[in-house]
């Protein structure tokens, strides 16, 4: 079965016994297609063309499309990404594989302003929000909101949770699951995220599945870590998800990230 029947078992809240491969990998992508990274950062259509490329590459089962590199890239500006996203879910279709979209999150956004929290925040809202919906509106599987660590009184700002709950009812609207990277320490019930993605290396639980961030380059620790998430999601009745602690690109060589993906997913 495809990666998109596995992504509408976790928005169903139905088991899925395989783990579910889910890495950010437009860089490496863009290694694969002996393309440079900045080159494919300033078109849609090959930054679409990598991120399928990674996905195909690896035997992953979702094409994920983030709108920032790494850094000293600039990030894409919306209507860019929606393009890429769009050409991306075209290509998805085709294979039959789900479809992640990732942007920065108010705090990321609110925190760039810098001065008052809560008036930066309230300055970002119109513009995460419009590109939130914009997105939801092109049906990617699921939409992911990269955030930094946060403060403990960030964590418990009430115009950032308010935000949250916004953006969380609008990926309910557009049947979207809703991702973040890394979810708010104390978020839990109907205000956990769909999907949380640790921003280190490690299993993180949301309302519909357990992920897992791996380090793709501890060769010896990522197959130890997936099988003891296997049992974590076993136990859990869950789907598992497998992806990355960091966005693979330049520091890994391609074929070892093949091989991790094959013994993660237990395919050789």
Excluded at 71 to 93: N, S
Excluded at 214 to 224: E, K, R, Y
Aim: glycine share 10%.
């Amino acid at each position: 079965m495809g990666g998109r029947q596995a992504v509408e078992a976790v928005r169903r809240g139905q088991r899925w016994g395989d783990p579910i491969l889910m890495p950010s990998a437009a860089g490496l992508g863009a290694r694969i297609g002996a393309q440079v990274e900045g080159a494919v950062w300033a078109d849609p259509q090959k930054l679409a063309d990598a991120c399928v490329a990674a996905a195909r590459y690896l035997g992953a089962d979702a094409v994920w499309v983030p709108s920032f590199g790494t850094a000293g890239v600039p990030d894409l500006e919306p209507a860019i990404h929606r393009d890429a996203v769009q050409r991306a879910l075209a290509a998805a279709g085709r294979l039959q594989l789900a479809c992640v979209a990732e942007i920065r999150g108010p705090l990321a956004r609110a925190a760039a302003l810098g001065g008052d929290l809560d008036e930066a925040l309230k300055r970002v809202r119109p513009d995460v929000v419009a590109e939130f919906e914009a997105l939801a509106n092109l049906r990617p599987d699921i939409i992911v909101l990269a955030e930094p660590e946060p403060s403990g009184e960030q964590a418990e700002n009430r115009t950032l949770a308010r935000l949250y709950g916004a953006l969380r009812r609008l990926a309910e609207h557009y049947d979207v699951l809703k991702g973040m990277k890394p979810a708010m320490p104390g978020m839990t019930g109907d205000n956990a995220p769909d999907l949380s993605f640790g921003a280190a290396a490690g299993l993180s639980a949301g309302r519909s599945a357990l992920v897992l961030a791996v380090d793709w380059t501890d060769a010896g620790g990522f197959a130890a870590a997936c099988a003891e998430a296997r049992g974590a999601a076993r136990q859990a009745e869950q789907p598992l998800i497998v992806s990355c602690a960091v966005a693979l690109g330049g520091e890994i060589e391609p074929s070892r990230c093949r091989e991790a993906a094959a013994h993660i997913m237990e395919r050789v």
